[in-house]
């Protein structure tokens, strides 16, 4: 089993940044992939972005692609979701996950473990 513990989430100001943290704990050895997902209220949860454990390969969604930034620190089993130029429509509650898989994933389906969601609200 792996856990997984979001933090950093809070009100901000459109425009503004903010830095999301995602520690995880357990056998942490059989997953490869960590990602982030959203979802926003009466909405799906949709991919924002992903990151191999190992040789730092990433995968971005459209919609946060040149404004988010997904990075990790294999030492302390941490990712982070760097977010900048921040819009109302990135109010959600933001989910941290890790999949098995070797290559970084986009799809629900493809991850393992999630994540409590820690929430995120940007005021216009």
């Known amino acids: 089993q792996v856990q997984l513990v979001e933090s950093g989430g809070g009100l901000v100001q459109a425009g503004g940044s903010l830095r999301l943290s995602c520690a995880a704990s357990?056998?942490?050895?059989?997953?490869?992939?960590m990602g982030w997902f959203r979802q926003g209220p009466g909405k799906e949860r949709e991919f924002v972005a992903a990151i191999s454990r190992s040789g730092g390969n990433t995968v971005y969604a459209d919609s946060v692609k040149g404004r988010f930034t997904i990075s990790g620190d294999n030492a302390k089993n941490t990712i982070y979701l760097q977010m900048n130029s921040l819009k109302p429509e990135d109010t959600a509650a933001y989910y941290c996950?890790?999949?098995?898989?070797?290559?970084?994933?986009?799809?629900?389906?493809?991850?393992?473990?999630w994540g409590q969601g820690t929430q995120v609200a940007v005021s216009s």
């Open positions: 996950a890790a999949s098995r898989r070797i290559m970084p994933v986009t799809l629900r389906v493809e991850y393992d473990y």
């Open positions: 357990g056998r942490t050895f059989s997953t490869y992939v």
